[in-house]
């Protein structure tokens, strides 16, 4: 089945810095990708969607500047989160539209910001 | 919001068949319904999505109603390892959009 890889699984940081995360799709190649955020015991909120090689289009209620969406290539599509606080602690998940409408979603990653 | 509705939680016997059950009356024609579920600190896997006819693979079956506004997802033989929140799930086909996750439905597995 089709994989989508996530780095890191978990990251800390001090309040005050910006955090990448990448998401790659491994054996097949995605024009479309997708940013989830995940809050303890609730269900998955999508924050953005990626579109290789143009503008990301994020939902309503989610900062642009904040969370910097990069799709570059039909593989790769990070997710960067400027100037971490520590209510940006979080589950964060990618996805990735693979053949047969399915999206395959990452591992995801654990941030805590300090 | 999401479209569909889900018991929050289930428990269900290992080794006996676990029937999750889902309402989604405004569910339109184009609309498939999919099934993912999520083990703590991981991300959602796939697990089966079909239009109006019953569908099977190696991980479940899908029951969708003849008027297809419900379905069952059905795992036929439990185990411990299919503790997990199951979210069922309604998405136009031939779109590219994302999925729309309810809160799903939590089963646990008892020994």
């Known amino acids: 089945g089709a994989v989508v890889s996530q780095h890191p699984s978990w990251v800390i940081c001090k309040s005050g810095t910006s955090v990448k995360i990448e998401c790659r799709s491994l054996d097949f190649q995605a024009t479309t990708m997708f940013w989830y955020r995940q809050f303890p015991k609730q269900s998955l909120m999508l924050m953005a969607t990626?579109?290789?090689?143009?503008?990301?289009?994020?939902e309503q209620g989610v900062e642009k500047d904040k969370f910097l969406i990069n799709h570059a290539s039909l593989t790769l599509s990070t997710l960067t989160v400027t100037s971490a606080h520590p209510e940006d602690s979080s589950f964060y998940i990618c996805?990735?539209?693979?053949?047969?409408?399915?999206?395959?979603f990452g591992s995801g990653t654990q941030l805590s910001v300090l | 919001d999401a479209k569909t509705t889900q018991p929050p939680s289930m428990d269900c016997a290992e080794g006996r068949a676990a029937n999750l059950p889902c309402n989604h009356s405004t569910i339109s024609g184009n609309e498939y319904v999919y099934w993912y579920r999520q083990i703590h600190s991981q991300g959602p896997q796939y697990i089966i999505h079909?239009?109006?006819n019953n569908e099977t693979n190696e991980m479940a079956s899908l029951i969708i109603t003849e008027d297809r506004k419900s379905s069952t997802l059905i795992l036929p033989h439990a185990t411990l390892r299919d503790t997990a929140v199951y979210y069922c799930i309604v998405r136009a086909g031939g779109g590219a959009d994302g999925l729309t996750f309810g809160k799903g439905t939590h089963l646990i597995i008892q020994p």
């Open positions: 996805s990735a539209l693979g053949r047969g409408e399915k999206l395959f």
């Open positions: 079909g239009l109006k």
């Open positions: 990626s579109n290789e090689g143009s503008k990301a289009t994020y």
